[in-house]
């Protein structure tokens, strides 16, 4: 059974940085597309990063230069590092494994990071 | 970038009722377009992909439709485990979701 699970989560001050870990069991991270999207309070959802299984990574364009994603394939996890972190950033923060041309078909449970002084 | 345009942005409903949600993409998508099920707290579940294939294990009360940039997302007969937030998203060019449809009780 696909398993994701986000942690990593919590406070941080302006200007901070965080990061986030999924950890997949079921299926091997680094033969799959994987992502991260957040989702501020009470708003909708947005996408932030993907990885490829070739390890080619693409990002959300108002994020750049502030996330890196990554994968530890000995550990089986997805990693989000978070720097220079906004107010802004607040959100519950999703790990998805994409399927097939591209949709979300497993995510995990959320993890949440909240950016206040 | 592709936006994605969801309406209406609530719906109020009663068990029993046909549903129907929109999503207009701004350029066209082919059929690159997944519909998910958001309850409070949990994580979004997906629905229906490549625009109207339904995802294994669920209900067939719930349909998917639409090319290139109109869409609609139906549930046949309201359930009372359907009543959640609805989002579209894209995936023709990187990923893009609506803003979300809340199906609510009348």
């Known amino acids: 059974e696909v398993q994701l699970v986000e942690s990593g989560g919590g406070l941080v001050q302006p200007g901070g940085s965080l990061r986030l870990s999924c950890a997949a069991s079921?299926?091997?991270?680094?033969?799959?597309?994987m992502t991260w999207v957040r989702q501020a309070p009470g708003k909708g959802l947005e996408w932030v990063s993907v990885i490829y299984n070739d390890g080619t990574t693409y990002y959300a364009e108002s994020l750049k230069g502030r996330f890196t994603i990554s994968r530890d394939n000995s550990k089986n996890t997805l990693d989000l590092q978070m720097n220079s972190l906004r107010v802004e950033d607040t959100a519950v923060y999703y790990c998805?494994?994409?399927?097939?041309?591209?949709?979300?078909?497993?995510w995990g449970q959320g993890t949440l990071v909240t950016v206040s002084s | 970038d592709v936006q994605m345009t969801q309406s209406p942005s609530t719906l109020s409903a009663s068990v029993g009722d046909r549903v129907t949600i929109t999503c207009r993409a701004s350029?066209?998508?082919?059929?690159?377009l997944a519909w998910y099920q958001q309850k409070p707290g949990k994580a979004p579940k997906v629905l229906i992909y490549?625009?109207?294939s339904l995802d294994s294990g669920v209900p067939s009360r719930f349909s998917g439709s639409g090319s290139g940039t109109e869409f609609t997302l139906t549930i046949s007969s309201l359930q009372p485990d359907d009543f959640a937030t609805y989002y579209c998203?894209?995936?023709?060019?990187?990923?893009?979701f609506g803003q979300g449809t809340k199906v609510e009780i009348k």
């Open positions: 998203q894209q995936y023709n060019s990187y990923w893009t």
């Open positions: 079921g299926f091997t991270v680094r033969s799959n597309y």
């Open positions: 350029q066209y998508i082919n059929r690159w």
């Open positions: 998805a494994k994409i399927e097939g041309s591209g949709w979300y078909g497993a």
């Open positions: 490549k625009a109207s």
